[in-house]
Nanobody, 117 residues
């Protein structure tokens, strides 16, 4: 089992910034994929950013240039720096830990991000 604890969500004005954190613990493989997803009300959960222990990153087109995913492998923690936030970024953000093969997947409990004036 892998446990994920997210933090850093909240209310921010348009144009503002937030930093999300997700700490993993438990039976963690040294090689893994950690990602951030989000789900807005009435919409499907979508991938926001992905990071591998090998150093690869990928982003949804809607957040490229505004969001940055990073990780501290020694701490088994992944971060999502969100800048220039827009109201359409409002959602519950979830952290996901996976093996490279995808045969094991674990989700965090989610953290609410609200962008509003």
């Amino acid at each position: 089992q892998v446990q994920l604890v997210e933090s850093g969500g909240g209310l921010v004005q348009p144009g503002g910034s937030l930093r999300l954190s997700c700490a993993a613990s438990g039976n963690i493989f040294s090689s893994n994929v950690m990602a951030w997803y989000r789900q807005a009300p009435g919409k499907q959960r979508e991938v926001v950013a992905v990071s591998t222990t090998g150093g690869s990153t990928n982003y949804a087109n809607s957040v490229k240039g505004r969001f940055t995913i990073s990780r501290d492998n020694a701490k088994n923690t992944v971060y999502l720096q969100m800048n220039s936030l827009k109201p359409e970024d409002t959602a519950v953000y979830y952290c996901k830990w996976s093996t490279y093969t995808g045969d094991r997947n674990y989700w965090g409990q989610g953290t609410q991000v609200t962008v509003s004036s």
